[in-house]
Nanobody
Framework: QVHLVESGGGLVQAGGSLRLSCAAS????????MGWYRQAPGMERDLVAL???????RYEDSVKGRFTISRDKAKHTLYLQMDRLQPDDTAVYYC??????????????WGQGTQVTVSS
């Protein structure tokens, strides 16, 4: 089992920055890809950024050039640096990890979420 705990959310003015962290514990050796999702009120949970086990990154179009995903495998920690934040970035941000076997997802893990609020 893998346990994920996010931190770093909060209230920030438009144009400001926040850095989210996600600490993984438990059977961290099974983790392949990690990512950040977000969910605004009344909306679906959508992918924001993804980093594979090979450190390939992918971003949702609206955050490209503003957000940077990274991971410290030695510390079992995932990060999301968010710059030039906009009110539309307001959401609960969730950390996600998966376990794959022969390329097929076997398990998915989620954190409890951290609130990010951007005021205009």
């Amino acid at each position: 089992q893998v346990h994920l705990v996010e931190s770093g959310g909060g209230l920030v003015q438009a144009g400001g920055s926040l850095r989210l962290s996600c600490a993984a514990s438990g059977d961290t050796f099974v983790i392949n890809d990690m990512g950040w999702y977000r969910q605004a009120p009344g909306m679906e949970r959508d992918l924001v950024a993804l980093i594979t086990n090979e450190d390939v990154t992918r971003y949702e179009d609206s955050v490209k050039g503003r957000f940077t995903i990274s991971r410290d495998k030695a510390k079992h920690t995932l990060y999301l640096q968010m710059d030039r934040l906009q009110p539309d970035d307001t959401a609960v941000y969730y950390c996600h990890a998966n376990y794959k076997l022969l390329g097929v997802t076997q398990e998915e893990y989620w954190g409890q979420g951290t609130q990010v609020t951007v005021s205009s």
